[in-house]
């Protein structure tokens, strides 16, 4: 799902410049959600996983999971322009992640806001 990840950000930037900036936010959570969730391909990219761990790199651990604190900017600042408080953004944020169908992702919906609340 990094792929996926990588072109919903782009969406949100875009759809931003258009003035859409709840769908905005809506695509910058998704990111969120995503990453939280480790950078993941599909299976048919388990030989470059094989090749990662002899050279160091671990599989991802759910326990372990976080966000660098720069990739929320965007959420926080539209957040702030659409002067949403957090029980919004919580129940927009439940709502869409619940809706992402791309297969089974190791951390639910209502984990991660626990932890990307932290970062905003």
């Known amino acids: 799902w990094s792929s996926y990840a990588l072109n919903q950000n782009k969406k949100a930037g875009m759809l931003y410049k258009r003035g859409k900036s709840k769908t905005a936010l809506e695509l910058y959570l998704q990111v969120a959600y995503l990453e939280h969730n480790g950078v993941q391909e599909s299976e048919?990219?388990?030989?470059?996983?094989?090749?990662?761990?002899?050279?160091?790199?671990?599989?991802?651990?759910?326990?372990?999971?976080?966000?660098?604190p720069y990739s929320m900017k965007e959420v926080k600042a539209l957040?702030?322009?659409?002067?949403?408080?957090?029980?919004?953004?919580?129940?927009?944020?439940?709502?869409?992640?619940?809706k992402v169908k791309i297969g089974k992702l190791p951390i639910s919906p209502q984990v991660s806001w626990e932890y990307i609340k932290t970062l905003l």
């Open 44 to 68: 048919a990219d388990a030989a470059s996983r094989k090749m990662m761990g002899e050279i160091g790199f671990k599989e991802f651990d759910p326990d372990k999971a976080n966000l660098p």
């Open 79 to 98: 957040i702030k322009e659409l002067d949403l408080n957090l029980d919004t953004v919580e129940s927009l944020f439940i709502t869409e992640m619940s």
